[in-house]
T-cell receptor, first 114, second 114 residues
């Protein structure tokens, strides 16, 4: 695998379900990011991890819970979501979060909350 | 708060024609990116513009940056159908803490008709 991978690519879940999104980067980067892309809205940064430490939470509701066990893996745990949480969730990685380093994006997980 | 505005948001053009997409941003930044996104796919980095007067070209696309005017343009020359996609500009700058943050425009949906 090369670059940034995300699984699953598509997910349909009910509002009472618990699921997790997974992201893995094979670029040797130290920073990882979660973004949300909704229809007709710009990409919204959700969380930033730098060297496994969370350095930004962009006022994200607690029903989204990130986890970064090491610099290569990032998870987004989902529980009791709302229909308005349906979106494309993109993961990205970069050399570091404290410098203007280019971010490389994964293919995304298309989430539908029913 | 940094604002990034793209226009137009929708662009339908004929093959062989030229057009320009504009990206305005509200405060000084460290670098500006142009991305392409195909339907259901992730973001593909097209250009990174680092300094005032920077111009980069790849095939039928040319991007430029005027930091004094806080304006970047993406010029399309002799459009072909394969260029149909959504194009985003994104501005990278240090946020309130130590992190750099990418702020995206809403995107321009480009449709090139035969």
């Amino acid at each position: 695998e090369t670059g940034v991978t995300q699984t699953p690519r598509h997910l349909v879940m009910g509002m009472t379900n618990k699921k997790s999104l997974k992201c893995e980067q094979h670029l040797g980067h130290n920073a990882m990011y979660w973004y949300k892309q909704s229809a007709k809205k710009p990409l919204e940064l959700m969380f930033v991890y730098n060297f496994k430490e969370q350095t930004e939470n962009n006022s994200v509701p607690s029903r989204f819970s990130p986890e970064c066990p090491n610099s290569s893996h990032l998870f987004l745990h989902l529980h009791t979501l709302q229909p308005e949480d349906s979106a494309l969730y993109l993961c990205a990685s970069s050399q570091g979060a404290t410098g203007p380093y280019e971010q490389y994006f994964g293919p995304g997980t298309r989430l539908t909350v029913t | 708060e940094l604002k990034v505005e793209q226009n137009p948001l929708f662009l339908s053009m004929q093959e062989g024609k030229n057009y320009t997409i504009y990206c305005n941003y509200s405060t000084t930044s460290d670098r500006l990116y142009w991305y392409r996104q195909d339907p259901g796919k992730s973001l593909e980095s097209l250009f990174v513009l680092l300094s005032n007067g920077a111009v980069k070209q790849e095939g039928r696309l040319m991007a430029s940056l005027d930091t004094k005017a806080r304006l970047s343009t993406l010029h399309i020359t002799a459009a072909v159908h394969d260029l149909s996609a959504t194009y985003f500009c994104a501005v990278d700058m240090r946020s309130g803490g130590s992190n750099y943050k990418l702020t995206f425009g809403k995107g321009t949906l480009l449709t090139v008709n035969p």
